[in-house]
């Protein structure tokens, strides 16, 4: 399973590595001691608070590949994101270089992001390492468990050229986690004796997480057995199903909105479905399935759209004029598109809503309107007397066609 890119929208709520990691630690699973840093000067301390003699400096942001990544300064050094240091001073002089720096990965796509955060973390004697998910399989509707002994490296690989070392198995929700299923997870990873019962007992308890949070997906990459003997988890990834956040207030505290696109995290506030794309032609749309044939039509006259966004069936004046604000907020929108069917959504309500945002916020781009359905001729009446800058469309097909034109300066 990959994951999504970085600030792609979607039903999910990341968290960092050092939050996900505390979050386990309360269910009794074996992490190392790490200490997160926010900015340069804390480093040093930092490390002095952890056992030594050797110290992981690791870049917080939410997307994978971090150990490969590069950094776009050169100041940064070119050590990647995830670093080993041998002294507090090495920890410091890396903290000075990652921190505000901004971080290209396989998946952060080529703008990259901003390390705002460290987690600096104590080392550890690797003996091996494996790969251990659990997410929310939609076939079964059960929470399922994805092992392989490939640990370390990209799942994605392993899955395409060795598919034969991955073993995956779902739980049954009305037995929950039982004894069994930590026993084919030591057989997976060929433990025995101590660390096989170790294997069983995290089982349990990454499972009990899993469902007690209301996890969308749990990844662990790399699983590692120590020199010691003891099976450590060394990194995770947590994500939550935003569906169940109004149940763990605690869950939502640790959201980091730096990570997340400012214009989604808006749209989430007026419960507007909202995604940010690569496109120049803004578009309000009520419908998944008409936004979805909005974004095509606009394709397929040669442009692309700036934005998926669904106002949804029931929107009133004040949610049309916020996602009307949203989507004027994005410089690269050259053009918009309102493009509303109007059922349970009225014309006029729509219509009052554009107006409302447009006398508030001005309009510095063309704007194409197509109106049908409940009160079509009212809605379209308002925005015929706004005295404002509309032009109006019969159709889809027709809209698009104008907006395009409009916006290539036709």
């Known amino acids: 399973m990959g994951s999504p890119p970085a600030g792609s929208g979607s039903d999910h709520m990341n968290i960092h590595e050092y939050q996900a990691k505390a979050l386990l630690g309360e269910f009794g699973v074996p992490i190392s001691k790490g200490v997160p840093v926010l900015k340069p000067a804390d480093a040093e301390a930092a490390a002095k608070a952890l056992p030594g003699p050797v110290w992981v400096v690791k870049s917080q942001i939410h997307a994978g590949g971090r150990g490969k990544g590069k950094f776009k300064e050169a100041s940064a050094g070119d050590k990647g994101g995830v670093r080993i240091a041998k002294s507090a001073a090495e920890v410091a002089e890396f903290a000075k270089q990652m921190l505000g720096a901004t971080l290209v990965t396989v998946q952060t796509g080529p703008a990259g992001k901003q390390v705002n955060r460290l987690y600096i973390e104590d080392g550890s004697d690797i003996d091996k390492e494996f790969y251990l998910s659990i997410l929310v399989d939609r076939e079964t509707s059960r929470v399922s468990f994805v092992v392989s002994t490939e640990g370390g490296v990209n799942i994605e690989d392993v899955a395409h050229n060795t598919p034969e070392k991955i073993v995956t198995f779902s739980v049954d929700p009305a037995t929950g986690v039982m004894g069994h299923h930590g026993r084919t997870v030591a ?27 209301d996890m969308s997906m749990l990844e662990i990459n790399p699983l590692v057995v120590t020199k010691q003997g003891q099976l450590r988890v060394l990194d995770a990834k947590v994500s939550f199903d935003d569906n169940a956040l109004f149940r763990h207030p605690e869950v939502v505290a640790l959201r980091d909105e730096t ?115 409940t009160n079509v001729e009212l809605g379209k009446k308002i925005i015929r007397e706004s005295g404002l800058n509309v032009v109006p469309a019969d159709n889809l097909d027709d809209a698009a066609q104008k907006i395009v034109k409009a916006v290539k300066g036709g």
């Open 259 to 373: 990570e997340e696109d400012a214009k989604e995290i808006e749209a989430s506030k007026y419960d507007l479905n909202y995604v940010t794309l690569d496109g120049n032609i803004g578009c309000m749309v009520n419908g998944a399935g008409l936004a979805m044939a909005t974004m095509d039509i606009i394709k397929l006259y040669g442009m692309a759209p700036a934005n998926f966004l669904d106002v949804g069936g029931s929107a009133s004046k004040e949610k049309v004029a916020a996602a009307f604000k949203i989507i004027t907020a994005d410089p690269n929108v050259k053009g918009i598109l309102v493009n509303i069917f109007g059922g349970i959504m009225k014309c006029d309500v729509i219509a009052e809503g554009v107006t409302a945002a447009v006398r508030e916020v001005g309009l510095s781009v063309p704007l194409v309107v197509r109106l049908e359905g």
């Open 187 to 213: 057989k997976a990873l060929n433990l025995s004796g101590d660390l096989a019962k170790q294997a069983e007992k995290l089982t349990a308890q990454l499972y009990a997480a899993f469902v007690a949070k």
